[in-house]
């Protein structure tokens, strides 16, 4: 059984509409990422929380919003989508300790902006 | 900040030809994590190896790779390529959070 679920794992969005993707871990772990990856960018790191806080956010974007209402959930909404939001999204978590920074993927969201 | 570098986008090679992959990167930390993962096609990333002990080799399913803090490098080896080997790998750095080198496609042939 998958420990990280992204939902859904394909979809289709018309440019300007907003998409939320979702990610749930079932890992116990308390960090949790955003990561893309694109023709372009092979895996380009986008947001960290830990303890459904906010650590790290490398996305110039503000379309681009973490949401954590679980500890166990960090969705991405997107606005305003654009072509070049185009990618497979991939949500990970990593243990707290004696493990740390061993990312865990999900099976990834795959969105094509038309 | 921190950063890793894959100088091979493509490496091509026979079935039962070595495999070396190269990783170096740069950090300001001592003690740094270093990663690689695979991604075969279609799939996510997933964990290959990792080490943070400097000069000591660390295997899984017939990869090896060893840290050399004193030349920045984490290489990626394996004696002999399977078909089954045909991926992306990723060399990674842990830190406050995990970079990603740009990766290198492995394309295995008969």
């Known amino acids: 059984d998958p420990k990280i679920i992204q939902k859904p794992k394909y979809l289709v969005a018309v440019t300007g509409s907003e998409k939320i993707l979702i990610c749930e871990q079932y890992l116990g772990h308390n960090a949790m990422y955003w990561y893309r990856q694109s023709a372009k960018k092979p895996l380009e790191f986008m947001f960290s929380y830990s303890y459904q806080k906010l650590m790290d956010n490398q996305t110039a974007s503000s379309r681009f919003q973490p949401q954590s209402s679980k500890k166990n959930h960090l969705d991405l909404q997107i606005t305003a989508l654009k072509p070049d939001d185009s990618a497979t999204y991939f949500c990970?978590?990593?243990?707290?300790?004696?493990?740390?920074?061993?990312?865990?993927f999900g099976a990834g969201t795959r969105l094509s902006v038309l | 900040g921190d950063s890793v570098t894959q100088t091979e986008g493509l490496v091509t090679l026979t079935e039962g030809l070595p495999v070396m992959l190269n990783c170096t990167y740069q950090?300001?930390?001592?003690?740094?994590?270093l990663f690689w993962y695979v991604q075969h096609l279609n799939e996510s990333p997933r964990l290959l190896l990792k080490s943070f002990t400097d000069n000591k080799r660390t295997e899984h399913q017939g990869f090896h790779a060893t840290l050399h803090k004193s030349s920045s490098s984490f290489h990626l080896q394996k004696s002999s390529a399977q078909l089954s080997d045909s991926a992306l790998y990723y060399c990674?750095?842990?830190?406050?959070?995990?970079?990603f080198g740009s990766g290198t496609r492995l394309l295995v042939s008969p």
């Open positions: 990970a978590s990593s243990p707290p300790t004696g493990e740390q920074n061993t990312l865990y």
């Open positions: 990674a750095l842990g830190g406050y959070k995990v970079v």
């Open positions: 950090t300001i930390y001592s003690n740094p994590f």
